[in-house]
């Protein structure tokens, strides 16, 4: 089968296409034939060594994956042969054919397409899993509001009944309101702040000196939720707030399958801002790097019924 692979850290000239073996499903395993993934910025980061949580290349790249369900391994049994699926992975999507943990799939929302459903498991399971525990009344500040993580974060508090408020360029406001945002920021023009307070929620997904900035704008019962990963030594956390909490997503088919229900009943859109075919991975990489894709980049895989 053919596979994007990376024999070194580096940027997206190291990504080439190869010919490798088709994997086998183990106990509680599936063999999915890959219809679509997706880039989040963990893949880019990966792929650069910034975040090495694939351990050393060789690796293939590829957290998120839609497509059928072609082998099923022992002691599964949750899906059938023929099961359209999706699902966070831990790498390897950028290839026709994946082994994935059963229990990190759920089937494919109904009303979504291939395309549609691999821009879901990742961006989406973090935003849902973040806001899980945030209510009706509660005040969200979302930053990066209009990216992929960003812009499910927004419709999902919405759905939980909170104030939401994000900061985005001026040229993706409208967008956001669209989706229901209550107030949105123009990062470019204005400090959020000095402009915003008694935050009950932060979910940051830009890092950096935001951290400091986000957490003066907390109320004293609030949480500032680090979306970034593992620190740097070039990237300072304000990990002695007690108020700071370090997030991280995990694959998830019970995840999945709530979301599936808000998606099929039309409270949650996905937005896919390009389709590249997976061959064209290091130009949707490099896009993904510039922090200007409003929504999230699919990679549609070799003879992709998507």
């Known amino acids: 089968m053919l596979a994007i692979i990376q024999r070194t850290f580096g940027g997206p000239d190291v990504l080439e296409m190869v010919e ?16 679509a993934t997706s880039v989040n910025a ?7 060594g910034q975040v090495p949580v694939l351990g050393n290349p060789p690796l293939t790249l590829g957290l998120d994956v839609s497509g059928i369900v072609e082998e099923l391994g022992s002691g599964v049994d949750r899906f059938q042969l023929g099961d359209a699926v999706h699902g966070m992975v831990m790498g390897g999507a950028n290839a026709e054919y994946l082994v994935a943990q059963a229990h990190t799939l759920a089937l494919k929302p109904a009303s979504l397409d291939h395309i549609h459903a691999a821009a879901l498991p990742v961006a989406a399971s973090t935003a849902w899993q973040a806001l899980a525990a ?39 406001h409208e967008y956001l309101r669209e989706l229901g945002i209550d107030e949105v920021i123009d990062y470019t023009a204005v400090d959020f702040a000095d402009t915003v307070g008694d935050i009950d929620v932060v979910v940051d997904l830009v890092g950096g000196e935001y951290g ?22 070039t990237d300072p956390r304000d990990e002695g707030d007690p108020r700071y909490e370090r ?24 937005s896919v801002d390009q389709v590249l075919p997976l061959a064209d991975v ?25």
């Open 20 to 35: 490798v073996a088709r994997p086998q499903p183990g106990p509680g395993e599936v063999l999915v034939r890959v219809a």
């Open 42 to 48: 963990a893949d880019w980061k990966v792929r650069a």
């Open 134 to 172: 945030v209510g009706a009344g509660q005040r969200v500040l979302v930053h990066a509001a209009a990216g992929g993580v960003g812009h499910l974060a927004v419709e999902i508090a919405k759905h939980r009944g909170a104030y939401v408020i994000g900061t985005a360029r001026a040229a993706n």
């Open 212 to 233: 400091s900035r986000s957490l003066r704008v907390l109320g004293p019962n609030g949480r500032y939720l680090d979306m970034q990963g593992p620190a740097s030594e």
């Open 247 to 270: 997030f991280y997503v995990e694959p998830s088919g019970v995840s999945l399958r709530e979301i599936a229900i808000m998606v099929d009943r039309g409270h949650l859109r996905v």
């Open 282 to 306: 290091a130009k949707a990489h490099q896009l993904s790097e510039s922090g200007r894709v409003r929504g999230k980049i699919v990679l549609t895989a070799w003879n992709s019924p998507a």
